[in-house]
């Protein structure tokens, strides 16, 4: 395929939601689930504007809810592609809290999710090469692969011995 490169600020994604009733648990915290499906919206987003093709959901690395979003608030969503890889894409993803009443903005969590695109029949596709610009955005791109060995050992599809940057990083 030889996709022209891509910037990583082309995928960049802003969702918003506002927390009601219905996505609240018993203490009026947004349900964790709902956020992660928020959230789930605003990755493939990002990775549709990268490949320009649909994709799907292929992991979702771990989420620490570090403040819980109340009810009333505004949920804040930024994603944006990280790295590409052959068909997957790394889309790392911010999440804030606003209280409109009492006007301040709070971190929720952050996480990365992968995006393989998809062809007409439903299997894997080449993507774009990602072109990183900024400090922030080079430093997301250099972890990536050691991110994706990790997942991919914890799978069971890379034998730690072939997690080649896994084992620079640790003089292995």
């Not at 605003?42 to 771990?62: F, L, W």
């Not at 894409?89 to 971190?107: A, C, N, P, S, T």
């Not at 969590?109 to 774009?128: M, S, W």
Request: aromatic share 8%; charged share 25%; proline share 5%.
């Amino acid at each position: 395929m030889n996709a022209e490169a891509k910037k990583s600020s082309n995928s960049f994604t802003i969702m918003n939601e506002l927390v009601l009733p219905n996505d609240t648990n018993v203490f009026g915290n947004l349900m964790g689930g709902r956020l992660m499906y928020w959230m789930d919206i605003a990755a493939g987003i990002a990775a549709g504007k990268h490949c320009n093709a649909p994709s799907m959901t292929a992991s979702v690395d771990n989420i620490s809810f570090k403040t819980p979003i109340k009810l009333g608030n505004v949920v804040h969503i930024e994603a944006k592609v990280c790295r590409a890889f052959t068909t997957s894409m790394e889309i790392h993803l911010k999440v804030w809290g606003e209280d409109l009443l009492h006007q301040y903005k709070y971190e929720s969590n952050e996480a990365y999710f992968t995006f393989v695109a998809l062809d007409p029949n439903g299997k894997p596709r080449e993507v774009p090469p990602l072109i990183p610009e900024t400090e922030d955005e080079i430093r997301l791109y250099e972890g990536a692969l050691r991110r994706r060995q990790i997942r991919l050992i914890l799978a069971g599809k890379m034998k730690p011995d072939d997690a080649l940057e896994l084992k620079a990083l640790f003089n292995l």
